[in-house]
């Protein structure tokens, strides 16, 4: 059964971002929902067991789900627990159509199943539409992060999920770099969305969550026993201290995009800048795509300088940048990808991934500045 978009649409995102998954408004009551520290409950309820629900995923999938546009939401331990519950969807000796730039620990699990012969992947380039399209002739699963990690390449997602329903596959769409203010692929047709919610979810660079959506209930209750089962479950602090940080998802996105336009402007002007990937910028690949599909550009920048030592002398000059792995928080960050042995070879040694944050934009362009070559 799939249900129809619910919950408070009439209100903007940013409303519901500060309003979704709050408790009853009685006398007295909080305005946030309590942190409830429980393994056990008293028998007779919906809860049971600590491993099968509390009250803060609760309010967390409550506004999540509300913030992609409907729908039932299931919170995890992490991204990749998400993630690998997702993987489970794909029938034994199955087909996986996975995007060839994607998040690396992703790209590690779908190679492992395939070593395994657990499911077979067919890898394709996310903005070739034609070539996802021949590729879900033969799929039970179509995988897409839009835009990718780190390339930020961007997909037809009406097109590409339009191609997976047609052949009677189930697509997937990794949102977290648009996050849901950005992006709703539920309403593009994906049958599901993931977040690693320890990025722009939670937004604070102090909590390991990740989180799924969908429509479906059928779907959801195959990923819920998934995570009753395998016991891949959230900690209800760290699932409370990302609902906090969904309070001002807006303000922070709205900010980091803010500046990272405009850094994007100026590293593309600058003449050590071999290129700039970013959607907002007219000339990019993606700019057309992103601009009829998203409601913003997101705060993800990746330049390529000459090569990894130009790149790593870079980095290394900096002192605002932090250089480290992971995205989405409110300070910004950057790492040269490649670092990681895992990181495709279609990815240029000398590409630095920057995830803009929230400072003064003029001290974080001096900062890169002093530090181009």
Known sequence: MTREPEGPARLSPGTVAVTAGRPTRTPDSPLNPPLVLASTYAAGGELEYGRYGNPVWRAFEEALAALEGGGRALVFSSGMAAATALLELVPDRGRLVA??????????????????????????????????????????????????????????????????????????????????????????????????????????????????????????????????????????????????????????????????????????????????????LPGDPGHARAAAQMNGFGAIVSIELADAAVADAFTDKLSLWVNSTSLGGVESTLERRRRWPGEPHTIPAGLLRMSVGVEDVEDLWADLEQALP
């Open 99 to 280: 995007p060839r730039h994607a998040y690396l620990g992703v790209l590690a699990i779908v190679a492992d199943a395939q070593a395994r012969g657990r499911v077979h992947s067919d890898v394709v380039d996310v903005a070739d539409t034609a070539r996802i399209e021949r590729a879900c002739e033969r799929a039970d699963v179509l995988w897409l992060e839009s835009p990718t990690n780190p390339a930020l390449e961007v997909a037809d997602l009406p097109a590409a999920c339009a191609a997976a329903h047609a052949n009677g596959a189930l697509a997937v769409v990794d949102n977290t770099f648009a996050t849901p203010l950005l992006q709703r692929p539920l309403d593009l047709g994906a049958d599901i969305v993931l977040h690693s919610a320890t990025k722009y979810l939670a937004g604070h660079s102090d909590v390991q969550l990740g989180a799924v959506v969908t429509r479906d209930d059928e779907l959801y209750e195959r990923l819920d026993a998934y995570r009753r089962k395998t016991g891949a479950v959230a900690g209800p602090f760290e699932t409370w201290l990302a609902l906090r940080g969904l309070r001002t998802l807006h303000l922070r996105v709205e900010r980091a995009q803010a500046n990272a336009a405009t850094l994007a402007e100026r590293l593309a002007a600058h003449p050590a800048v071999v290129r700039v990937r970013y959607p907002g």
